[in-house]
């Protein structure tokens, strides 16, 4: 299985202290959401195209703009 990359890579912080992680592909992407806990309707969103994503119905990069978004509205979004 390839993993569906995106780019530039999207730069969240994690639960622990002064750690940040960088999203670059769908697989990484699904995986960090399902970690957050506000699950709005950004994080909806992001899951539902990180979901048409894996089944080839939707592009990586829309992935990053969707997960990018879902990063703001938790908190998480570090600076590019």
């Not at 994690?14 to 950004?42: C, D, I, Y």
């Not at 969103?45 to 990180?50: F, G």
């Amino acid at each position: 299985m390839s993993l569906h990359w995106f780019s530039s890579a999207v730069t969240v912080s994690t639960s622990q202290a002064g750690v940040r992680f960088q999203v670059s592909n769908t697989e990484a992407a699904t995986a960090e959401l399902m970690k957050w806990t506000k699950r709005g309707p950004h994080w909806n969103r992001a899951v539902r195209v990180c979901m048409a994503s894996l089944a080839d119905q939707a592009t990586p990069q829309e992935v990053r703009r969707c997960f990018r978004l879902a990063a703001k509205e938790e908190g998480v979004l570090l600076p590019e």
